[in-house]
Each structure stands twice: as C-alpha cells, then as structure tokens.
C-alpha cells in the first residue's frame, strides 16, 4: 500500500512495531499463498470499476440499495467463476478467502443464503442422486436457491412449523401448504425476489400419519421470467435493523405440488406407495444448522476484525485532550481506558478464530463418523456448537459496541461504517438459533453430564472437568495461566451442580421436570456460558501456545501476549464467581488487575501493527475512520459532502414550510 500519503500519527505507530505484520498476515490466511490467493482475488474486485458506488449504498431507497446490491453481487459472482471453478463442496473448509463479499456492498448479499445454507443443505441432506443434479447447477448458480425453515409464527420450536407438505400416492407428489397465516416462512434471505429455488423444511403427511419436519427441494418461479409459479406468494418482509439488502422474504403454498423425489432422501425417505422409511437419527435434519453454527465463528472474527481495524486506527490518529497542563493532546489510544475498551476485542478476534479452527475440525471429525453410522459423538458437537454459536455472536455484538462508542461521536456516523457492522453482528445473536434457546440446548446436555458425574461414568471430552472438580467445594487458585483455565472449569462446574440442585428443588412431588426445568433456566443459561468460557479459555490458550512455537519469535510473544489478556480479562469480569468457587484471594485479584494492565502497556505499541496484521484492504473496510492511511477528517468531509441535501443550498421544504412558520410568527 502506498506509505506517502499516510498521517503522520499511524506512520509513527508501524515503525514502533516489533514484529512483521507480514507474518501476522500469513498467519491468519493459514500460509503464504492463501495470502496472496485471498490478495489477488481482492485486487480484482475491488478494482473493478463496475463495483464502486457514485452514491453511497445509505442514501439509496429501499428498493434501489436491494437493486444495487444484486448488480454488483452479480459481478462478483462472474469474477469469483475463475477463482471458484476448482472448489467443489466436498473440500470446503473456512477460510479467510472469500470474505470479498463486504467489499462489494456494505450491507449483507442477497445471495448470502445460497452459499451459506441452500448449497449446504443440498449437500448434507440428499442423496447421492439428488445431489449429482442438483448440486453442480446450484454451484453454478444455474439455480439461486435458499433455505426457508423460520415461519411468521414459529422460528425457535422447529417441531411447531405448520406448512405442510402431504404425500399424494396417485401422482407420485407431494402437495404444500400453508394452512394459517402463521404459516408462512418469514425471514429467510434471498427469498423475496432473488431465488428462485428454496429448502422447504414442512411437516410431512403420508398415508394419513404424520411424520415431522423433513426438507423439500422447491422450484418457486419461472427460471425464464421469474415470475413466481401457480400456488406461490411470495415477497418481502421490509426494512430491518440490519440486512437491508438481504432481501428476505416470506412465502405461502396453495396446493403447490412437487414431484415425490424433490425430498430431500438422503436420511428419511418416502417410497412411491407413501411408505415411510425412517432416518437413522432424526436430528440429522438439523444438520445444516450445526454446520452454519460452527461457520458462524469465523464470520464473527472477520466482523470483529474490521471494527477492530477501524477502532484502533481512528484512535492512534484521534488526539483529544491534555493529561498534563502545557503538554500536547494525546493520541485517544494512549488513555488506559481506551486500550482497556479497544484491545479484548482485538484479542477476542483471534479467540473467536482458533477456538472456529478447533470447532470446525471437531465437526469434520463427528461428521465423518456420522457417515459410517456413528452419532455417538452428535451430542457433544451439538451442545458445543450451541454454546459457542451464543455466546461468541453476543460478546462480538458488545464488543463492536464498545469498538464504536471508543470512536466517540464519528463512531455513530453510518461512514464509520460500524453502526453496519453492528446491525450484521446483532442480527446473528437471534438467527441460526437464538442466544437463550442454544444456552438451554447445552444446558440439557450438561445436565446430562452431571448425572454422569453422580453415577461416575467416563464423561465425553468437553465435559470431562467436570468430575474433576465435582467433589471440592473451593477449587485451589493459582495466578497462571492454567490456574485460570481452571478456575472456569471450577466456577462452570460449581453452577453446573448448581442448576442441578436448582432443578431437583423444584422438583417437589406434583411438579413436572419440565416446569422445575423453566424455574431454573436462569441458573442453566448461566451454567452453559460458564461451561462455553472455561472451552474458550482453555482451547484459545493451547492453540495460541501452539501457533506462537510456529512462528518468529517477535511474533509468538504478541500472540501470547493477546491471549494472556483474553484470559486476565474474563478473569476480572467472573472475578465473583472464582471468589464463589475458587480460593482466589482479593490480593490474587488484584494481581490479576495488574497484569492486566501491564498487558494492556505490551499490546500498546504494537495495536496498529496488530490490526494492520488482519490486512483488510479500505474497500473491504469501508470506513471514513479506519482507512490505511489515517486520513480521518478528510474523509468524514469528503462524505459528508456526498449528502444529497448538499447538492443546493438552499432546499425546497425552506420555501414550502420553514418560511411560512417564520412568516406566521411574525403577524
Ligand atoms: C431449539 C431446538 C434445538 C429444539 O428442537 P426440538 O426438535 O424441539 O428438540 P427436542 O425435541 O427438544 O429435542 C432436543 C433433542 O434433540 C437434540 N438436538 C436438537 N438439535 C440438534 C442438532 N442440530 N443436532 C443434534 N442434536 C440436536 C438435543 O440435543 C436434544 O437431545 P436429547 O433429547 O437431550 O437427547 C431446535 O428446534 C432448533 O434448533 N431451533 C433453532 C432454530 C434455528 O436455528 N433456525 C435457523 C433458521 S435458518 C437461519 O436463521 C439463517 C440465518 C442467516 C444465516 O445463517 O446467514
Ligand atoms: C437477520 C435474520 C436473518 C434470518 N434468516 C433466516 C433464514 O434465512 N432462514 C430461516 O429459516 N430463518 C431465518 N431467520 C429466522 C431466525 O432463525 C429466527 O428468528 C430465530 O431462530 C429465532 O426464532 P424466533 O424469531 O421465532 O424467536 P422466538 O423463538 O419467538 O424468540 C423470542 C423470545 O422467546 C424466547 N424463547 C423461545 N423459545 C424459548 C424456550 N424454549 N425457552 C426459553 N426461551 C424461549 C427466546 O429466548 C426469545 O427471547 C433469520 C432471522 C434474522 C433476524
């Protein structure tokens, strides 16, 4: 990138720092020429001049931004072509290449459903028949499908869904419907005007029984006019807090037949007399959501390392303020509060990826076993993914918060580009599984586990600490780093127990499980996040430790560094349930704090290289505060100046009703 034009204040910063960013870089692209892959790739793109907006994408209507962002989408879909001809489905693995997406709008693809779930779907759902027709035309985007579960009365209780879809032996079809107005599938992206396939998930009816939720493969208009087909209304659902340009859509049935084998067959089938063959494992049907689950930590790294880059940047160039009389304002970066509200979220974008690698790799493992008949280890990968899904997509919410209140008043400007990023990260907290849902999915499973602790069983892997510390009452402190990994495993163990005793109490003779289940969920949720911090404490850790031996040493002491701090941080936010659970002392506390202050004192000089180090190029950044070359005031001006209502100086509604007002007061 071009060093002349860059401010003084981030010029100064790179060459305080001690390590090569071009480490950095290679590292978190996972070697040397996924960087430049993932570089040339970029280039391309963002170079395109077919790409840049005249007028930025917020002062476009509705209709038009949705417009825009499919013209562009469409553009981007022709250039990755040459990039994507080679990758099938079978060796997709996460990676930090394709996030070009946010380089091409500043809001979310119309097509994000297509790749991230109606392909997925396809894959993991249909049989190999299926699967060879479908597929390659889908990867092509031949068809633009995508995958249309939620309905307007029912998103969490899958089991509630009402559309329908019942068998009609005579013709070899089944026939869907939406039987009530909460019926209709409401909210899934691409639906309203983009796809024109989509997963129906429906309950299913055959031979007059009925067999729960199963996914449909649906053509819903015309592939040559578009025009949605006899039997389908479709349409959209309206502005949003965020994804304004997700195009999401809702969707009803009258009698809208489909051919008997556009069920999805690979685990359930329906044979052409209405015979029902029954899955290995129903939850199978959930798989794609186990799978969007674990992707989901790296989309939320990849938010938070934007508003990380913008909020880092904007601070070493921000001056504001004099600490002593007669001296300089400081750089806002240089006030310990800042680092204090700037650096965990830094840190958490690193977590949030290697705890993702880690997660990914579990589910490669399970889902391969799934496909030699093994499930045994389904339960596990689903109470993880629940967990992590959660409480990564909340703490990235807070803490793109926090990137943008450290911004001060420009951090609300839609420019900054961090009130987008915020609607994106919010909206993932609900969507895949809502926050306090999942907690209790995990919850349940740690309920189980402890009843494995009463009847010392050998428990699963992620859960084993458990019976560690299942007898003591206050697990021994120690100040390092593997004491606190075990101090989250006492305080996740001590509320696990906890719940459990909560739930027996309720238990009084008359009282269903299930109601003392609901009087403790408050008591389960907290244990399934204490349960989630100890796993991202304890695995950030190893794999940190880890990567910081592969790399130079300059280098491997940041990580450590950003790790350490992830750990003193959580620390003295749980700071009262290691008192309840562990011996930790308050002058144990107090060195804590300290630490992690001097912590925030190592990072510091190194913050810009750090976020330098995600290497997003300005137009994946999209931000007047977080560009390379620090040139904040120019552009916050520069845009400003784009206002359509700068364009006269004097606007009409003057004349239409601010005079007559003036002129009204006068007599
Ligand atoms: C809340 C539950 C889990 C409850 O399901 P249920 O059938 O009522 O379950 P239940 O009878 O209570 O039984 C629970 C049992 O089912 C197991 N289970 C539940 N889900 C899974 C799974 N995925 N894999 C493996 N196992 C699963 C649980 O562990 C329970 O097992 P257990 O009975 O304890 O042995 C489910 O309904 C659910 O997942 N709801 C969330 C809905 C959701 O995530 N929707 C996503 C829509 S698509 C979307 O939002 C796209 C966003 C945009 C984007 O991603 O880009
Ligand atoms: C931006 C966005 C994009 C989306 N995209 C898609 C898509 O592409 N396809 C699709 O099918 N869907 C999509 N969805 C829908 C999404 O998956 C659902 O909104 C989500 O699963 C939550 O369901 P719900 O809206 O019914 O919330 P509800 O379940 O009604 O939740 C409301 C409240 O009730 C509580 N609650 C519900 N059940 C329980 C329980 N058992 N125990 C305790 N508390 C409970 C919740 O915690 C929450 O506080 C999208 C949603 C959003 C916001």
């Known amino acids: 990138m071009a060093e002349h034009n860059v401010c003084v204040e981030l010029v100064r910063e790179r060459q305080k720092c001690t390590f090569e960013v071009q480490e950095l870089i290679h590292l978190i692209d996972g070697g040397i020429t996924a960087t430049e892959e993932r570089r040339e790739v970029e280039n391309v793109v963002c170079t395109d001049p077919r790409i840049k907006d005249v007028v930025p994408e917020e002062y476009l209507s509705h209709k038009e931004r949705y417009e825009n962002a499919i013209r562009k989408n469409c553009i981007l879909q022709e250039i990755l072509k040459k990039y994507t001809e080679k990758r099938t489905w079978d060796n997709f693995r996460p990676s930090n290449k394709y996030r070009i997406s946010s380089g091409v709008v500043k809001d979310i693809s119309p097509f994000m459903l297509h790749t991230g779930m109606f392909i997925p779907t396809l894959v993991n759902q249909s049989d190999d028949e299926q699967k060879a027709k479908w597929v390659p035309k889908a990867m092509s985007m031949e068809i633009i499908g995508t995958y249309a579960q939620t309905e307007l009365g029912h998103g969490s209780f899958i089991r509630g869904l009402e559309t329908t879809a019942t068998y009609d032996p005579n013709t070899e079809e089944f026939v869907l419907n939406t039987p009530n107005l909460t019926s209709y599938k409401w909210w899934p992206g691409g639906l309203a005007h983009t796809a024109n396939h989509c997963i129906v998930v429906a309950q299913l009816y055959s031979k007059g029984q009925h067999y729960g939720v199963h996914p449909f493969f649906v053509q819903i208009r015309d592939i040559e006019t578009h025009v949605p087909l006899p039997g389908i209304k479709v349409g959209e659902i309206g502005p949003k807090l965020g994804f304004q340009t997700a195009n999401n859509g809702f969707l009803g049935f009258e009698n809208f037949r489909i051919p008997r084998r556009n069920m999805l067959m690979k685990n359930a089938q329906v044979l052409k007399d209405g015979t029902y063959i029954k899955s290995k494992n129903d939850k199978l049907t959930y798989g794609t959501m186990v799978f969007v689950r674990v992707i989901i930590l790296f989309d939320l790294a990849f938010e938070l390392s934007r508003a990380a880059t913008i909020a880092v940047r904007y601070s070493a160039v921000r001056h504001q303020s004099q600490l002593k009389a007669n001296e300089p304002e400081l750089q806002i970066i240089d006030y310990v509060t800042q680092q204090h509200k700037l650096f965990i979220g830094v840190s958490t974008s690193h977590v949030f990826r290697v705890v993702g690698l880690w997660l990914w790799n579990t589910y490669v493992k399970v889902n391969a076993d799934i496909g030699k008949g093994n499930m045994d280890q389904l339960p596990e990968l689903h109470a993880l993914a629940c967990c992590l899904k959660a409480v990564c997509s909340r703490d990235a919410a807070a803490r793109v918060e926090e990137f943008r209140l450290a911004c001060g008043g420009h951090g609300f400007m839609t420019s900054s580009n961090l009130p987008i990023i915020n609607g994106i990260v919010s909206a993932s907290i609900t969507y895949e599984g809502e926050f306090s849902v999942l907690m209790l999915q995990t919850a349940r499973f740690l309920m189980k586990a402890w009843n494995g602790v009463l009847a010392r069983k050998t428990l699963t892997p992620t859960v084993s600490y458990l ?201």
């Not at 238990?507 to 609901?518: I, R, V």
């Not at 700071?575 to 309840?580: F, K, P, T, W, Y």
């Not at 916050?636 to 359509?644: G, I, Q, T, Y």
């Open 467 to 667: 019976s560690k510390f299942s007898n003591s009452d206050r697990v021994q402190w120690a100040n390092t780093t593997a004491g606190i990994i075990s101090g989250f495993q006492a305080a996740a163990a001590g509320k696990t127990k906890e719940a459990y005793a909560a739930i027996q109490s309720y238990l009084k003779p008359g009282t269903d499980y299930e109601d003392a289940w609901n009087s403790a969920s408050v008591q389960l949720v907290s244990a399934s996040e204490a349960h989630c911090r100890a796993i991202l404490c304890e695995i950030s850790w190893s794999e940190m430790q880890r990567l910081s031996k592969t790399v130079s040493p300059n280098l491997g002491k940041v990580l450590l560094e950003l790790a350490e701090l992830y750990l003193t941080y959580w620390s003295l936010e749980k700071r009262g349930d290691l008192l309840m659970y562990t011996t930790i002392s308050t002058a144990d506390i107090a060195k804590l704090q300290a630490r992690y202050e001097e912590l925030l004192a190592l990072i510091r000089p190194n913050a810009v290289g750090i976020v330098d180090g995600f290497d997003i190029r300005d137009e994946i950044l999209n931000s007047t505060l977080g560009a390379y070359d620090g040139r904040v005031y120019e552009r916050l001006m520069e845009e400003a100046k784009k206002s359509p209502l700068n364009a006269e100086p004097v606007n009409e509604s003057f004349h239409k009703y601010i005079k007559p007002l003036m002129l009204k007061a006068k007599l």
